[in-house]
């Protein structure tokens, strides 16, 4: 029997909190020392909420959310819980004042007020310049955009501020720190992610004196305080950080051994790449406009940030207010027989970041193609599904097909991971562009990659370097792939 067979032995409980900009997550991961048993015992939704003219997170109601959550998880716990990992979406942060209080609700990342400060950012240091010391996809949700518009509207007050996992973690108890799978997404760092960037900072305007430290994944925070640590089962559970950012929680939690295969996280968007054992910033990095996200154990998620199942989403909620019953079942089962429709569409236009309207803005980029609009009352909605699943499709051939360009690495397999894997009608399509094996992962990758981190860090599988061990990782998913079935 090997050690890591003997560790494995051992009962662990631990909770996974997944933060998603449509719902979010708390799940309970039991291991009996034999096999594990998940289930998702608190979702709630999640949506940005408009104040003048703005767009923000009611931050107060995440943090409520994830509490319930907790305590719901101690009360159906058959034991002591060992641990909580939060991962969440990138770029989105909260300034604190001393006592570690939000000053204000954080902004979400599709308010406009990034395309006035990316252009006056760009000023003062070019685009070029950027993307050469971070390696990261020059896109305008970035935090850096974020902040320096913060600077602009005098608004980057406060003692630290915090990316929302790591403040939740750091609101029931744990130290306020920058995790490094979800660092590199704020394009502040220099490429790797292992040190903030003073160059990109003072041409932000930017004090670095309030920015956390930078940790790797894995971390061990702090136990659990405040009233809901009160509850028997939660005396002394670890905070740990896990990939703070959930794609690197999904990609961790696809578990695959080998270097042939390439990802796609599903869900509200599309993340499309290729794990590298290092950053890739070279020409046609930068031409394609790819990013280099911290992984696991030192590794890079070279990829690009596409729209996703957003698209069809938006839709829906535009025909909903006119009394239309679609929903995304039905239009998956209308488009199966639909013929292929005579174009595609760029998914990834800035204008279909936008919420609202989005039968409209799809026209208008259809418009600027050349290509004739669709009619956008609900009786025309697989039609218009049928074309964004075929150009969802189109666009991860096309990045993937940048990889091999780029890194010179083939691709003989894609994991489907997320929400958007139960889309067999677009695993099919993608199967047929790419033309390799389309294996569906776990719809609940991300859950399942905290879960196996947390499970590793107990293991004691740290390294001092980088964190925690991605092969141990990698067995941890695997393992719970099961559960999750």
């Known amino acids: 029997m090997s050690d890591k067979t003997d560790k494995r032995g051992t009962a662990r409980r631990v909770i996974a909190v997944d933060l998603g900009a449509e719902s979010c997550r708390v799940s309970l991961l039991g291991w009996d020392g034999q096999q594990g048993t998940l289930e998702t015992v608190h979702r709630f939704r999640n949506a940005p909420i408009e ?63 990034t395309e006035s400060s990316q252009a006056s950012l760009h000023k003062k240091i070019l685009p070029e310049r950027i993307y050469e010391l971070t390696g990261i996809q020059l896109i305008r949700i970035n935090t850096l955009y974020q902040m320096h518009s913060d600077v602009l509207t005098q608004q980057a007050t406060g003692r630290v501020w915090l990316n929302l996992p790591e403040y939740i973690l750091h609101s029931l108890g744990g130290d306020p720190v920058a995790e490094h799978t979800n660092v590199a997404n704020t394009q502040m760092t220099e490429a790797g992610g292992e040190r903030w960037c003073s160059e990109l900072l003072q041409a932000a305007g930017l004090d670095q004196d309030k920015f956390p430290k930078i940790v790797p994944p894995g971390t061990v925070l702090g136990t659990l305080q405040g009233p809901v640590a009160e509850l028997p089962a939660f005396r002394n559970t670890k905070l740990i950080a896990p990939g703070c950012h959930d794609t690197a929680c999904a990609v961790a939690g696809i578990g695959a051994e080998g270097d042939d295969w390439a990802f796609v996280s599903s869900g509200t968007w599309s993340l499309v790449g ?17 990013s280099n996200e911290c992984g696991i154990g030192g590794s890079i998620r070279f990829l690009k940030n596409l729209n996703g199942m957003w698209l069809i989403e938006e839709c829906l909620r535009h025909w909903q207010k006119q009394h239309a019953a ?36 799809i026209n208008s980029v259809l418009r600027k193609c050349g290509h004739a609009e669709l009619p956008t009352h609900p009786g025309m909605a697989p039609q218009f599904a049928n074309l964004i699943f075929h150009s969802l499709a189109q666009r991860y051939f096309e990045v993937l097909q940048q990889v091999k360009e780029v890194t010179g690495q083939d691709i003989r397999r894609i994991f489907i991971v997320g929400g958007g894997s139960r889309n067999e009608y677009l695993n ?19 859950t399942i990659g905290n879960a196996a981190i947390q499970l590793a860090v107990l293991d004691g599988d740290v390294d001092s370097s980088c964190g925690v061990r991605a092969d141990c990782v990698a067995e941890w998913s695997r393992a719970l792939a099961y559960a999750a079935t």
């Open 326 to 361: 679609w929903n995304v079942a039905d239009l998956i089962g209308a488009c199966r027989i639909l013929d292929s429709p005579q174009f595609t569409f760029p998914v990834d236009d800035a204008e279909l970041m936008l919420s609202q309207n989005m039968p409209d803005r």
């Open 428 to 446: 099919h399509l993608v199967r047929q562009r790419c033309g390799v094996e389309v294996l569906r992962g776990p719809v609940e990758s991300s």
């Open 51 to 113: 104040a003048g003219g703005q767009l923000y997170w009611d931050i107060g109601r995440i943090r409520s959310g994830v509490e319930e959550g907790l305590a719901l998880c101690a009360r159906k716990s058959d034991g002591p819980i060992d641990s909580i990992g939060v991962d969440g979406w990138a770029v989105d942060y909260v300034w604190l004042d001393a006592q570690s209080v939000p000053l204000r609700n954080p902004f979400c990342y599709r308010d406009l007020r």
């Open 274 to 290: 290729k794990l590298l054992p290092g950053p890739c910033t070279n020409a046609g990095a930068h031409r394609h406009n790819f």
